[in-house]
């Protein structure tokens, strides 16, 4: 049987977890999704209100027939389809594999604090990527160091606004008109 402390403990996880999961720019429904696995596996209810900048939890006991409520502003994280993917895995080994709430915060920070890739890195390889879709769609060597000239230009553009922490809709639309208008004029 649970306790209202526990209740509260699971309430606080959840909210965290949520919010990490929206700031990195995970989709809504998959943000309540997984929140709502995690409760399941420690056999309580969640509702979660969504909004741009908060998310407004209830977790509901119907053992101890009690709720908890919480509030958690969603921080601004780079965009991580990192975190996304090992964030919604460890919703599923909560349910599957029943685990403690501490062995689950354990992993959550884990998850979170794990080094990122350098983002030198990442830039070479997402401009290798697309040049790769430009040779398998027909494309020469030309339209090939355009389309990696461009796409490195609009992804470091991308990398300093976030950096800076600016909205994500201002970043994916200022860095995609900036890489369209490189290629463009090539």
Known sequence: MKTSE??????KFIAEYSAHLMGAG????????????????????????????????TIIDPEINEACNEVVDIPSHP??????????????????????????????????????????????LVGFANASFCKLFGGDLCSMGIVFSATITGFFLKQQM????????????????????CASTA
Do not use: C
């Open 26 to 57: 995970v989709h809504t429904s998959r943000v309540v999704r997984n929140s709502k696995r995690i409760g399941d596996a420690f056999g309580v209810d969640v509702k979660l209100s969504v909004f741009h900048k908060n998310i407004i939890l």
């Open 162 to 181: 976030q950096k800076k922490k600016i909205n994500h809709y201002v970043t994916f639309i200022v860095s995609a008109f900036v890489a369209s208008l």
């Open 79 to 124: 965009i991580s389809f990192e975190h996304n993917s090992e964030l919604s895995t460890l919703s599923w080994e909560a349910l599957d594999n029943k685990m403690s709430l501490e062995e689950l915060t354990a992993k959550f920070y884990t998850i979170i604090n794990a080094p990122k890739i350098h983002p030198l890195f990442v830039l070479i």
């Open 6 to 11: 526990s209740l509260l403990s699971i309430s």
